[in-house]
């Protein structure tokens, strides 16, 4: 028997059928065309230095002439000229692990641009050891890319498109196992890399993701590429192995948030205090700005950015009134989520004031219906619980897709958050300054229930760093405090060097704190994969869909598959439905809102803006939009569907001998286009999908 979200294995194994619907244009534009419509390539002048090292390579930009419409586009893929050395003195395996450093780096680059997502990126090496020798140029040059949000190209599509050929008989480097199969909807940059010609891949890590761990390696190999993935284990002591465990552990924390999500079943959290040499947050009358300097807080500012969420409680609210943003206007903007068991806040407060991020109040049933009608009247999100807890509010943000959630609470709400295990990483620091306060004056953790010392709990992967006047110290909190799989290894005596130890007053901490956290999480993530799980449903699962890197988002209008419609190309379904808004609008904010939209950068920027014109300008959007939306979506989905076999196939594998799938998009806040919180949304997204299936086997 197999898990009931594999149901889908049981199909027709055959590709599926093209569709055939009705269109007025002529096909979409090859891959790599759509590539370079929404990623700008830019030159690099190379280094006058001779190091082989990564960190050598040169940063002075020569701009690439580009059609002026596209200039405001991130560009993503690039063509670096390494130094001139050889790296023949360097042994393979060293140079994989460099290579692979240099993906992690590039890998973070869209941190803060876009929505959180899994980070990405690919480096192309050719045969002779250089890094993708340009086949125009008489210099060796290295193509490499990232992928820019959910929305974004394939970094190994965007890498191969660059190389043109370049890299035949060299070899790829992802830190990432690229997306890849029939959950995924996804089959490009597999394509890529073997239309690429490339003879081995280097694999940082295996996707976390159950349904899609192994697929794409498995593919590469399929068709006779050697793949190579660094494996899970600990440096031997040499100096070679030594370098791969650094390169498998960067590979790891460069997606830390999607391990953690996967093995744990709920956003990875940070808790982030600050607090005076004696322990203090704030002092006896509660005032705390500010406990540390300004490089601290530039440093909470891009810890904010990168995340989904910056998460507090009432008494943060009522007490400091504060603006959670991270300083910036562009980029991404986490939403800020308040918990308040009481609803006791104010009804005025910069959180209210929702142009610049949005803000969700979590809170108990039936409290005050009269302030949650005028939050809502400000365009604050209300989500009413039945009982709320920080750990019922974790799993309600995994359930709204949260990779990353910031916690900025007090004492009161981090300590039963910390005991239920909805935090995974601290984020602490310390300034030199002393304010005493005895009892009256807060500290960052309220009543645990330890009595002993040898019952602390032990961070393990500790790091320090110095932030102006103040030290900043980070580390993962125990395996066996966190929830799902990982709690549930870890409570069994699962550990990474295979020791049973008894937790009493003789254990060591460097014993009971494990330095390989990130391995373990790995492992458990790894474990989902290969669950052979019992169905006992009578009748098929559904398929259900949310966010575009999850699995069956290809289906999400979120998906990084572009369409053209009338002649003009659009990142994703998404950014044309935006724009739809406003078409034939004749005003000067309607056609900029329209330009806006279709140079956005991310499918969730384009919503941003789409949705805030919508709001603030209703005179601009069309007279019959209301009944013309559907009909847009559906234009925009058939074209996908039309012209992108993975989503297509994936759509079609929907029907078997069992019967038909209902198909549900399973987004917890929108009860429009989606299911809703509870599942009684009309689900409309999802009805036209089946719509579209429908259509196509009545055809067939």
């Known amino acids: 028997m197999k898990r009931a979200a594999d149901a889908t294995r049981r199909r027709a194994s055959t590709r599926a059928p093209r569709l055939t619907l009705p ?96 980070l990405s990126a690919c480096v192309l090496e050719v045969a002779d050891g250089t890094v993708a020798a340009s086949s125009s140029s008489a210099s060796s040059a290295t193509f490499e890319a990232f992928q820019l949000g959910q929305g974004g190209t394939r970094a190994e599509m965007l890498a191969c498109d660059a190389a043109n050929g370049a890299a035949r008989g060299g070899t790829a480097y992802v830190n990432l196992e690229p997306v890849h199969g029939d959950c995924a909807g996804e089959t490009r940059a597999v394509e890529a890399l073997v239309a690429s010609g490339v003879k081995r891949v280097v694999v940082g890590v295996a ?27 600990e440096s031997a002591g040499d100096a070679v192995s030594a370098a791969r465990a650094r390169a498998a552990e960067e590979c790891r924390r460069v997606n830390e948030a999607l391990l953690y999500r996967v093995a744990t079943g709920l956003p990875f959290s940070v808790y982030k205090y600050a607090m005076t040499l004696d322990g203090k947050i704030a002092t006896s009358t509660g005032h705390s700005s500010w406990v540390t300097g300004a490089e601290a807080r530039e440093r909470v500012f891009r810890e904010r950015k990168r995340s989904d969420a910056v998460v507090v409680g009432g008494q943060t609210v009522r007490q400091d009134d504060p603006r959670l943003t991270s300083r910036e206007e562009d980029g991404f903007q986490p939403a800020r989520v308040v918990l308040s068991r009481s609803l006791n806040l104010p009804d005025e407060a910069r959180l209210w004031n929702v142009t610049v991020a949005p803000t969700i109040v979590l809170t108990v049933k039936g409290k005050r219906p009269d302030f949650q009608s005028r939050l809502r009247a400000k365009g604050v999100e209300v989500v009413e619980f039945d009982d709320l ?21 007090g004492g009161g709400l981090a300590a039963p958050a910390l005991s239920s295990g909805v935090f995974h990483n601290i984020m602490a620091f310390v300034a030199p300054k002393l304010v005493g306060g005895g009892k009256d004056a807060p500290t960052p953790l309220g009543d645990l229930g330890i009595q002993a010392m040898h019952d602390a709990l032990p961070l393990s992967g500790v790091g320090l760093e110095v932030c102006g006047r103040d030290i900043l110290m980070r580390g993962y909190v125990p395996n066996s405090s966190n929830t799902g799989r990982l709690g549930k ?75 053209t419609i009338d002649g003009a190309v659009w990142m994703t379904v998404e950014h044309y439905y935006q724009a739809q808004k406003f078409a034939g ?29 919508q709001a603030n300008h209703p005179d601009c959007v069309r007279n019959d939009w209301d009944n013309a939306k559907l009909d847009v979506m559906r234009r ?43 599942g009684t949304g009309r689900n409309l997204l999802g009805a036209l999908l089946q719509e579209i299936r429908e259509k196509e086997l009545r055809r067939r």
């Open 489 to 563: 290894m870890a409570s069994a005596g699962y550990s990474l060097r295979g020791l049973e130890f008894h937790v009493g007053e003789s254990s060591d901490d460097d014993e009971r704190a494990d330095d390989g956290t990130l391995i373990s999480v790995e492992h458990a993530a790894a474990s989902l994969a290969i669950d052979d799980e019992v169905c006992h449903m009578d009748e098929l699962p559904p398929l259900s869909f949310f966010k575009a890197w999850d699995e069956n988002g290809a289906l999400s209008n979120f998906a990084p598959f572009p369409v």
């Open 23 to 118: 269109r007025a244009r002529t096909p979409a534009a090859p891959m790599a065309s759509a590539a370079r419509t929404f990623n700008t390539l830019r030159t690099l002048t190379p280094s006058t230095s001779t190091s082989t090292s990564t960190s050598s390579f040169a940063t002075t930009f020569v701009s690439r002439s580009v059609p002026s419409s596209h200039r405001r586009r991130h560009m993503s893929a690039s063509i670096i000229t390494p130094s001139s050395a050889s790296t023949s003195d360097a042994s393979r395996a060293e140079r994989d692990c460099e290579l692979l450093l240099r993906c992690c780096d590039l890998a973070r680059a869209s941190e803060g641009r876009t929505a959180p997502h899994p």
């Open 636 to 678: 925009a989905l058939v074209e996908k569907l039309t012209n992108f076999e993975g989503p297509r196939s994936l759509l079609l594998k929907s029907v078997c001998d069992d019967g038909r799938q209902r198909v549900i998009e399973n987004s917890p806040m929108d009860a429009i286009w989606g299911a809703g919180r509870d």
């Open 207 to 233: 996707h976390p993701l159950p349904g899609l761990r192994g697929k794409a390696i498995a593919a590469l190999r399929d068709h006779g590429i050697d793949v190579d993935v660094l494996e899970s284990c």
């Open 585 to 613: 609008v004749d005003s000067k904010i309607a056609r900029d809102a329209i330009e806006d939209i279709k140079c956005a950068i991310s499918p969730e920027a384009a919503a941003k803006i789409g949705r805030s014109v």
């Open 389 to 409: 807890t920080p750990l019922a509010a974790a799993q309600y943000m995994h359930a709204r897709g949260y990779l990353r959630c910031f916690w900025e609470c």
